[in-house]
C-alpha cells in the first residue's frame, strides 16, 4: 500500500513539478561527481604513474606501486609527517576535546555572562586557520611578540623545530575547542530534562549524572566528535602552510601533498600517491561511522 501510494504521489506531479524534482536529484549528483568523485579517483588512478604535469596524458606512464615504494623507504619528510599527523590527532582528541565538552557544560549550565563566554570562545571557528596563524604570530614572534614580552624569553615559537609544533597545536586547539563546544551544547540542549531530574531523585552527583546519563544519550553527538576531530586532524593544513609551509619540524601529510604536487617539483604521480594514502586513512573512520549511523537507522 505503501509503495503504490509513493507512485500515485508522483504520478499527480505537474510536468513542471517533475522537472524541478529531477533537476534537484541531478544537479547536486552531477556536482558531487565533478567536484568529488572525479579528482578522488582521478588522484587513486594517477598515484600508480611518474607524471609531472607537464605534456599530454598520452605521455602518462605506469609505474605500479613504485611511489608508494619510494614513499615509505625513501622519503625522509614522510615519517615525521606521520609521526606530527598522530601528535596532532591525540591533542585534538585528548585535550581540545574534553576542553571544548567542558566549556559547553558550564555554559549549558547558564553561568553569569554565559552569552560572553559563548561568544568568546566560538569566535575563534569562524576564522580560518590561516588568519588564525597570522593572530598567534604576534605571540609567537621572538623579537616583538607578547609571550617572549611577558617571559623575557626569546624562543623562536614558529621558527625553532623543538617547540613550533607546540606552538602551532596551541593555536589549533584555541580553534578546535570552541567548534566541540558548538556540538555538545547542541547535543546538551536536546538531552530530556526529565533525565537530570530522575537522576537528582536518586541522589547522583553531577558528575554522576552526565556520565552515566547524560554522556550516553548523547552517543550520535560523540561519534560525530570523533569523526571531526580525526578528519580535521588529517586535513590540518592551513596553519603550518602559514607558518612555514610544512617544513622544519611541521611536517604533515596535507603539506607534503600541497609540496610535491604544486612545489616546484611538480610531482603529480608521487603527490597523488600521498594524497590516496591520505584519502584513506580517512576513509576508515568514515566508513565506521556510516555503518554505526546506519545500524541505528
Avoid at 171 to 197: C, F, N, Q
Avoid at 232 to 254: H, M, P, Q, T, Y
Avoid at 263 to 279: D, K, P, V, Y
Wanted: net charge positive.
Amino acid at each position: 500500500m505503501a509503495s503504490k501510494r509513493r507512485y500515485r504521489g508522483i504520478d499527480q506531479l505537474s510536468g513542471r513539478d517533475k522537472v524541478v524534482v529531477g533537476l534537484m536529484v541531478v544537479v547536486p549528483t552531477l556536482l558531487v561527481l565533478w567536484l568529488v568523485w572525479i579528482p578522488a579517483i582521478g588522484s587513486v588512478l594517477l598515484s600508480f604513474t611518474n607524471w609531472d604535469g607537464i605534456g599530454p596524458l598520452s605521455d602518462i606512464k605506469s609505474v605500479g606501486l613504485q611511489n608508494y615504494r619510494d614513499i615509505a623507504t625513501i622519503y625522509p619528510p614522510f615519517w615525521p609527517a606521520i609521526q606530527h599527523n598522530l601528535i596532532w590527532l591525540a591533542v585534538m582528541f585528548f585535550i581540545a576535546t574534553p576542553l571544548g565538552m567542558l566549556f559547553a557544560i558550564l555554559v549549558d549550565r547558564g553561568v553569569a555572562g554565559t552569552r560572553f563566554y559563548q561568544t568568546s570562545i566560538y569566535l575563534p571557528v569562524v576564522l580560518s586557520l590561516a588568519l588564525i596563524g597570522f593572530i598567534w604570530q604576534l605571540i609567537y614572534s621572538r623579537d616583538q611578540g607578547l609571550l617572549n614580552a611577558i617571559t623575557g624569553g626569546t624562543t623562536d615559537w614558529y621558527g625553532d623545530p623543538s617547540v613550533n609544533l607546540w606552538a602551532a597545536l596551541v593555536a589549533a586547539t584555541w580553534r578546535h575547542s570552541g567548534y566541540i563546544m558548538l556540538l555538545y551544547l547542541a547535543g546538551l540542549k536536546g538531552v530530556d530534562p526529565s533525565l537530570r531530574e530522575a537522576a537528582r531523585i536518586d541522589g547522583a552527583s553531577e558528575s554522576t549524572t552526565f556520565f552515566r546519563v547524560i554522556f550516553p544519550v548523547m552517543r550520535p553527538i560523540n561519534i560525530i566528535v570523533l569523526v571531526v576531530t580525526f578528519i580535521e586532524s588529517l586535513r590540518a593544513f592551513d596553519l603550518v602552510w602559514v607558518i612555514n609551509k610544512g617544513r622544519n619540524g611541521l611536517e604533515l601529510i596535507s603539506t607534503l601533498v600541497t609540496q610535491n604536487v604544486v612545489g616546484e617539483a611538480s610531482r603529480i604521480g608521487f603527490g597523488s600517491a600521498l594524497a590516496t594514502i591520505m584519502l584513506a586513512i580517512s576513509s576508515v573512520l568514515v566508513f565506521i561511522y556510516l555503518r554505526i549511523a546506519m545500524k541505528e537507522d
